[in-house]
């Protein structure tokens, strides 16, 4: 995320992406976002059996985002149900 001019957390934009911007894990965050987010990342491996070889074994999401490695890509979404008074809370109590 990004600050406007008076220091405030810039939360959503026009186009409800150009407030964020991805990082790297060498540089972090862009100096003109330098507020970072949260992150979540998923491993998953599959134990496929019935393969002739890796190259031919394909996600179906691996056309669409054009991965490098056969089945190098997947989607997967993220929703934050948590009752925000309880998870400040637990946040407060159990990770700080």
Avoid at 24 to 49: D, E
Wanted: charged share 20%; glycine share 10%.
């Amino acid at each position: 995320m990004r600050e406007d001019e008076g220091g405030r957390i810039v939360t959503d934009s026009a186009d409800h992406r150009s407030h964020v911007a991805y990082g790297s894990h060498k540089t972090g965050c862009p100096k003109n976002h330098p507020v970072q987010l949260p992150a979540i990342k998923v491993n998953i491996r599959y134990g496929i059996s019935n393969c002739k070889g890796c190259r031919e074994c394909h996600l179906a999401s691996d056309m669409m985002m054009g991965a490098m490695v056969p089945g190098g890509s997947l989607h997967a979404d993220f929703w934050n149900t948590w009752h925000q008074r309880l998870l400040t809370k637990m946040v407060l109590q159990k990770l700080n």
